[in-house]
Structure formats: structure tokens, C-alpha cells
């Protein structure tokens, strides 16, 4: 999923240097719901792990 984010941030840098303003938004704000997701399942993916070894 963070792969994701990446690319889509990425793709909004390109988009902004030529110029597409819309899709330069369209691309960062997805790649911030991309990246608010992925630090979700890592919050849960840990505190689940830690609970296991307890």
C-alpha cells in the first residue's frame, strides 16, 4: 500500500512540473488517503503482534 502512495505522489510531481493542476491534486490526495490507510494497518498490525507475544 505504500508502494501506492508512492507512485501516486510521484505522479503528482510530474503532473504539477507540466503544468495539470487537477490532476496533480487528484494524485496527492489520493496518495494521502493511500498513505493514511497504510499507517492505519501498521498501528493495528503491530499492536496486534505485541498483543501475541504477551
Partial sequence: MLHYA???FIIALI???FG???IAAG???IA???FVVFL????????????RRA
Wanted: aromatic fraction near 8%; charge should be positive.
Fill in 32 to 34: 494521502k488517503i493511500l
Fill in 6 to 8: 508512492v507512485v501516486f
Fill in 40 to 51: 492505519i494497518c501498521a498501528v493495528v498490525s503491530l499492536l496486534m503482534h505485541g498483543r
Fill in 20 to 22: 495539470f493542476g487537477g
Fill in 15 to 17: 503532473a504539477a512540473v
Fill in 27 to 29: 494524485a496527492a490526495g
